[in-house]
């Protein structure tokens, strides 16, 4: 349970780099949204060149700090899917692309750098995702009951 | 070294310094993430811990943040949002709706472009869908100011 908290503290530290050094929030879906929505329209990618660079980077020092946990841990050798069917997992990733940029935020620039600005509209942000995937998981271990005794 | 530049090597640092964090906190095993939203099952307290730490040390570095007039690679604080209870309904909608889609498939943002490298076709599946979603957002954000000039 401790490693739960030291990984927090590890992802304050990215955070804090972020914003201290660049004055930027790590807010990943809008980092990744934006640089989405810059890679198709080269207009907006060639007037503000740095606001597509940094955004790039920081995506691919993600996928970096993955190399780094698949070479040195097991990390993904432990990961358990909670599901495999296509369908869900489609619906969900366009609930979440959607979602998260309408919501503007989602776990890492509300509920980590919004909380902890004491920002407002972070704390319901942060109250009402989790509350919504509360009531996801339960309607979904229930579905999966119903049709598990069917069987 | 153009400073763009240099803001580029601290966001790849804080990129890959932020998976690693995800890694040791568990948040890349989506068992652990459904398993702190499945309160009617059995709890796991993971993802409020790792959340805990990581506001503990934001927390103090926006208080030294609070006392920089500018931030070290930057002319001012002025891409920072400022923190508010403003809030519109669509946008309580959208956590909604992202709240829904994290529940079913224990990934958010973050843990789902950390996990590429696990070539897992789960994770691609949802991760792809996800980068879709953010497209499809931008697209009608565009329609919507279009029309609206």
């Not at chain 1, 869900?88 to 366009?94: E, Q, R």
Request: charged fraction near 10%; charge should be positive.
């Amino acid at each position: 349970m401790m490693m739960a908290f030291y990984g927090g503290l590890i992802i304050g530290l990215a955070a804090a780099l972020l914003m201290l050094f660049n004055g930027r929030i790590m807010g990943v879906s809008g980092i990744a949204g934006t640089f989405i929505n810059m890679l198709f329209t080269p207009n907006a990618r060639t007037a503000q060149s740095g606001e597509f660079y940094w955004r790039g980077f920081f995506l691919f020092g993600m996928i970096l700090g993955g190399i780094l946990l698949s070479k040195f841990t097991n990390t993904f050798v432990e990961a358990a899917m909670v599901t495999s069917n296509p369908a869900v997992i489609i619906a969900a990733g366009l609930l979440v692309g959607v979602g998260t940029r309408m919501g503007w935020g989602c776990t890492s620039g509300h509920g980590i750098c919004g909380i902890a600005r004491f920002s407002g509209r972070s704390v319901i942000a942060t109250m009402v995702f989790i509350a919504a995937g509360m009531v996801a998981v339960a309607i979904a271990n229930a579905l999966l009951n119903v049709s598990g005794a069917g069987q | 070294m153009s400073s763009n530049f240099v803001r580029s090597l601290i966001a790849l640092a804080a990129g890959a310094i932020f998976a690693i964090g995800l890694g040791v906190g568990g948040m890349l095993n989506p068992a652990n993430v459904r398993g702190f939203l499945d309160v009617l099952g059995e709890w796991k307290p993971a993802l409020m811990l790792v959340m805990v730490g990581a506001i503990v040390v934001y927390a103090l570095a926006n208080q030294l943040a609070l006392r920089m007039k500018k931030p070290l690679l930057d002319i001012d604080w002025s891409n920072l949002p400022r923190p508010g209870f403003d809030f519109p309904n669509q946008a309580k909608l959208g956590a909604v709706l992202f709240g829904v889609g994290w529940g079913m498939a224990g990934f958010c943002p973050g843990p789902a472009i950390a996990s590429l490298v696990s070539l897992h076709s789960t994770v691609w599946t949802f991760t792809t869908s996800m980068l879709v979603g953010f497209y499809l957002f931008a697209l009608y954000e565009r329609r919507k100011h279009s029309k609206g000039t």
